[in-house]
């Protein structure tokens, strides 16, 4: 069995990842993963950097942004290969975030077929669980599915963009 190097190009990184070339140089430039360079000026990444981006993508597809994988990552030792412990303080940090959005997605997936309070009123059941849209009080979007989450007018405010 041939021995796999500890280095590999960007163009390995991507095959292996299953994600572009294009996405990791930008990861690079977001500081999210790191290139070391050979007299040649190319890129070799170490090959721990896989589990970073196969980390990345799995948050992305939860729909963790960026910005917040970047500072969980932040978090892991940029000049060696993590270790087992180093990836469980990270995980420790990211467990309520995580936490929140699988409760999220369950309610999701259990709630569909019933009234989410999302102001719509357009099932049976609006009139139960939300009649004349009472839970509008509370805020926008569908408060039934994501209780917690403030209002975007708010969110607008205070940052500008949702
Ligand atoms: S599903 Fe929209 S208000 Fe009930």
Redesign the pocket.
Known sequence: MAVLSDHITITELSARSGVAASALRYYEDLGLIAAERTSGNQRRYRRSVLRRVAVIRAARTMGVPLSAIASALRTLPGSRDPTPADWERLSQRWHRELDARIAVLEKLRDQLS??????????E??KI??PD?KVSVEGDG?R?LMPDEPRVATKRGSRGRA
């Open positions: 019933s009234c989410i309070g999302c102001g719509c009123l357009s099932l059941r609006c669980f939300n849209d569908p039934l």
